[in-house]
């Protein structure tokens, strides 16, 4: 019985936490929308790496990394 005591206030203030971050989450914008981000995976990558003002960092080290295997 006693844990209850103790249960019972930490269970209720992990629900106050939760709905508190929900609001939170809704009010900022965090859930305007949730269709684009999961059909996001099926949009090709290819236009984006294709494109010739892409100086990302993945490009310049997949070329350093073939000047390296070039120089052996």
Same mark, same amino acid.
């Given at each position: 019985?006693?844990?209850?005591?103790i249960a019972?206030?930490?269970?209720?203030?992990?629900?106050?936490?939760?709905?508190?971050?929900?609001?939170?989450?809704?009010?900022?914008? $965090?859930?305007?929308?949730?269709?684009?981000?999961?059909?996001?995976?099926?949009?090709?990558?290819?236009?984006?790496?294709?494109?010739?003002?892409?100086?990302?960092?993945?490009? $310049?080290?997949?070329?350093?990394?073939?000047?390296?295997?070039?120089?052996?």
């Amino acid at each position: 019985m006693s844990a209850l005591y103790i249960a019972l206030p930490i269970a209720l203030l992990l629900a106050l936490a939760g709905v508190i971050a929900f609001i939170w989450s809704v009010r900022s914008g $965090q859930m305007d929308d949730l269709e684009t981000p999961a059909l996001r995976i099926f949009g090709e990558d290819d236009e984006r790496r294709r494109s010739p003002n892409d100086d990302s960092p993945r490009d $310049q080290g997949s070329a350093r990394a073939n000047e390296g295997a070039e120089s052996r």
